[in-house]
């Protein structure tokens, strides 16, 4: 978790072979899964934001351990994410069709 912007925009082009402006924002979490950094891509440059659960908190968020379950989430499921809930709430979801 000690990357600023370029140093996550590096991470985004060298292994996830894309351009940091391709997606509107990429999540990143430390080992412990007790801290996120979001970098979000903004019309005149890109924005970090950091968010660390409190010490007193037990909770982890919830991450994937490979790159196999790596995803796009909705920003519905950003914000289960960001208040400490899975993000595939199945009662949530409509199914469509």
Do not use: H
């Not at 379950?69 to 914000?79: A, L, N, R, S, Y």
Request: hydrophobic share 35%; proline share 6%.
């Amino acid at each position: 978790m000690r990357r600023s912007i370029d140093g996550l925009c590096a991470v985004i082009q060298d292994m996830l072979r894309a351009e940091p402006d391709t997606m509107p924002a990429y999540l990143f979490c430390g080992k412990r899964c007790d801290r996120l950094k979001i970098l979000i891509k903004e019309p005149d440059g890109m924005c970090l934001l950091y968010k660390r659960l409190d010490s007193g908190i037990q909770g982890r968020f919830r991450w994937p351990r490979s790159r196999d379950e790596v995803k796009p989430i909705t920003w519905k499921q950003f914000d289960w994410l960001m208040s400490g809930l899975e993000i595939e709430q199945p009662k949530a979801l409509k199914k469509e069709g």
